[in-house]
């Protein structure tokens, strides 16, 4: 069973920053790619950042400067360092994962950036 666990959302003050958490199995964390999305109200999901098993990380443009996706692998936690944050990244975010062709969710967290 693939579990992703996210935390950290919340309501934040625009360019204020937020980190959220993806906390997933050993198994998981060492051997696959983890990515976070966002899916606003009325939106599409789209892809925010990812993660690879070597460390290695692309960004949407929308994100890059602003936010990174650092790991901790003592407790196979992956983050999402954002920091100036936008009203426009009002959503909620998703951990992901790519197994085998099979795409595993986390339950979502959500993050408002408002005044």
């Known amino acids: 069973q693939v579990q992703l666990v996210e935390s950290g959302g919340g309501l934040v003050q625009p360019g204020g920053p937020l980190r959220l958490s993806c906390v997933t199995s050993?198994?998981?964390?060492?051997?696959?790619?983890l990515s976070w999305y966002r899916q606003a109200t009325g939106k599409q999901r789209e892809f925010v950042a990812v993660?690879?098993?070597?460390?290695?990380?692309n960004y949407a443009d929308s994100v890059k400067g602003r936010f990174t996706i650092p790991r901790d692998n003592a407790v196979n936690t992956v983050y999402l360092q954002m920091n100036s944050l936008k009203p426009e990244d009002t959503a909620i975010y998703y951990c992901n994962t790519e197994i085998s062709g099979s795409s595993y969710w986390g339950q979502g967290t959500q993050v408002t950036v408002s005044s």
């Open positions: 050993r198994n998981i964390f060492s051997r696959y790619f």
């Open positions: 993660i690879t098993r070597g460390g290695g990380t």
